[in-house]
Nanobody
Framework: QVQLVESGGGLAQAGGSLRLSCAAS????????MAWFRQAPGKEREFVAG???????YYTDSVKGRFTISRDNAKNTVYLQMNSLKPEDTAVYYC????????????????WGQGTQVTVSS
């Protein structure tokens, strides 16, 4: 069974850090683009960060300089290091994969994790 499982969410204070992990199982995703999206209450799901198979990275403007996406193909895992967290980062964070490059459009992704809650208090 092919699946993605996120972990690492939780509660953090503003200015703090969290590290999310997304472990893929059932197949090798080394040739796939992997991304993190997030959805805050009452808002649309939005692209946060993505990483291509060749480790090229992409970020939405609001997280540039604060978040870092990385991947370990040997472990079939993608990470999102989140520093200098802000209350507006509060959301459910989802990882997703698609064959080929990274896309900012959630509809281009083939497989999604179940999501992990990140709550940032002020």
């Amino acid at each position: 069974q092919v699946q993605l499982v996120e972990s690492g969410g939780g509660l953090a204070q503003a200015g703090g850090s969290l590290r999310l992990s997304c472990a893929a199982s059932g197949r090798t995703f080394s040739s796939y683009g992997m991304a993190w999206f997030r959805q805050a209450p009452g808002k649309e799901r939005e692209f946060v960060a993505g990483i291509r198979w060749n480790t090229a990275t992409y970020y939405t403007d609001s997280v540039k300089g604060r978040f870092t996406i990385s991947r370990d193909n040997a472990k079939n895992t993608v990470y999102l290091q989140m520093n200098s967290l802000k209350p507006e980062d509060t959301a459910v964070y989802y990882c997703a994969v698609r064959f080929g490059s990274v896309s900012y459009n959630q509809n281009d992704y083939e497989l999604w994790g179940q999501g992990t809650q990140v709550t940032v208090s002020s």
